[in-house]
Antibody, heavy 121, light 114 residues
Framework: QVQLVESGGGVVQPGRSLRLSCAAS????????IDWVRQAPGKGLEWVAF????????YYANSVQGRFTISRDNSKNTLYLQMNSLRPEDTAVYYC??????????????WGQGTLVTVPS | DIVMTQSPDSLAVSLGERATINCKSS????????????LAWYQQRPGQPPRLLIY???TRESGVPDRFSGSGSGTDFTLTISSLQAEDVAVYYC??????????FGGGTKVEIK
């Protein structure tokens, strides 16, 4: 079965960096685009970033552009999110979510359980 | 960015009764070349990640019970739960995927048992 497992969250001071990982299994990882979506405590969902199946295309929300970098290692079936210059407003549960094969649609059919990132003010 | 507005913010429905959630987009999300509405609905149960219920505004994801249905076109959309079950207690989100990379979600509607 399709599984996405995030890790790497924690408490980090403003201005510092953190790298999240998302380990995938149960499907051909190298055929699917993957997104990061976050959810601040008690709030709604916010799309963060997308990477295409082969890593050639990447897109970011305005709120993280220039600070976050999405990447993937298809040989390890793993997605990453490098988060730099963290701010208190980045505090959220970060989910990786599977997009569609071969194209970016922005439609998420499987989600991980999420990893919590806390940036105290 | 396309703004997605859901209503109501919350609703309480008796078991077995109908629940209706509305979602309005700030501009049309109907793509004329394929006549598809780029609208999805997700369910998020307490402590769980979101789950895809409906896409293309009215297509049920595999495994989703048929008491869930989606309708609407252009800018106005509805998610209907025809007969509310206890396991349907959740927050429901609409999402547009018409405007990439600026994907946006509605603010959510919390469904509870009356």
């Amino acid at each position: 079965q399709v599984q996405l497992v995030e890790s790497g969250g924690g408490v980090v001071q403003p201005g510092r960096s953190l790298r999240l990982s998302c380990a995938a299994s149960g499907f051909t990882f190298s055929s699917y685009g993957i997104d990061w979506v976050r959810q601040a405590p008690g709030k709604g969902l916010e799309w963060v970033a997308f990477i295409s199946y082969d890593g050639s295309n990447k897109y970011y929300a305005n709120s993280v552009q220039g600070r976050f970098t999405i990447s993937r290692d298809n040989s390890k079936n793993t997605l990453y999110l490098q988060m730099n210059s963290l701010r208190p407003e980045d505090t959220a549960v970060y989910y990786c979510a599977r997009d569609q094969p071969q194209q970016w649609l922005g439609l998420f059919d499987y989600w991980g359980q999420g990893t919590l990132v806390t940036v105290p003010s | 960015d396309i703004v997605m507005t859901q209503s109501p913010d919350s609703l309480a429905v008796s078991l077995g009764e109908r629940a209706t959630i509305n979602c309005k987009s700030s501009q049309s999300i109907l793509y004329s070349s394929n006549n598809k509405n780029y609208l999805a609905w997700y369910q998020q149960r307490p402590g769980q990640p979101p789950r895809l219920l409906i896409y293309w505004a009215s297509t049920r994801e595999s495994g989703v019970p048929d008491r869930f249905s989606g309708s609407g076109s252009g800018t106005d959309f509805t998610l209907t739960i025809s007969s509310l079950q206890a396991e349907d207690v959740a927050v429901y989100y609409c999402q547009q995927y018409y405007s990439t990379p600026a994907l946006t979600f509605g603010g959510g509607t919390k469904v509870e048992i009356k």
